[in-house]
């Protein structure tokens, strides 16, 4: 799972969530790679004709390009979440690599998770609520993971303060 509960203090318990990364960084570069070589392969049958050069810059735009899509993919999977489970407050903290910084927090007696089967952005939408405002909270996890997340959530928040 794309998410880890952490006990940072005795009484103090840290979820971190971050969206599922299936290509790690040392697999694009072979993939990269291959696609380069494999484009090199009917490159061979035109070796040593003007062919070559009218061919050769369509192989290294694809190639180009394809690095440059991975690395954008990158980028936008650089953000994650970060919810901090005090004795008195709860407090998610959401990392996005174009809008910044977001914060949230309010008192923990307050605050609830809620899932929205219809009508979010994906189906299962798990929100916190709390202080008066509603909160998103790991919109990047599959539908499973979402449902996982708000049971693991409730049972959390509900949990008595002395027991952290």
Excluded at 27 to 49: D, E, N, Y
Excluded at 81 to 106: F, I, K, M, Y
Aim: charged residues 20%; glycine residues 6%; positive net charge.
């Amino acid at each position: 799972m794309p998410y880890r509960w952490n006990q940072t203090a005795s009484s103090e318990q840290e979820l971190r969530l971050w969206p599922h990364n299936s290509l790690p960084p040392r697999w694009a570069m072979r993939v990269v790679l291959a696609v380069f070589l494999f484009g090199l392969i009917p490159l061979m049958a035109v070796l040593g004709s003007v062919l070559l050069w009218g061919l050769l810059p369509f192989m290294l735009l694809t190639v180009l390009g394809l690095w440059f899509a991975i690395q954008s993919n990158y980028r936008a999977r650089s953000v994650f979440e970060v919810l901090t489970l005090t004795r008195t407050q709860a407090r998610l903290v959401q990392h996005h690599p174009q809008r910044g910084q977001q914060e949230w927090s309010c008192n923990r007696y307050w605050a609830r998770p809620e899932m929205h089967e219809r009508g979010g952005p994906v189906p299962n939408y798990v929100t916190l609520t709390g202080d008066g405002r509603e909160v998103e909270i790991g919109a990047f996890l599959s539908e499973e993971e979402r449902i996982s997340l708000f049971d693991e959530l409730t049972k959390k928040l509900r949990e008595p303060v002395a027991q952290l």
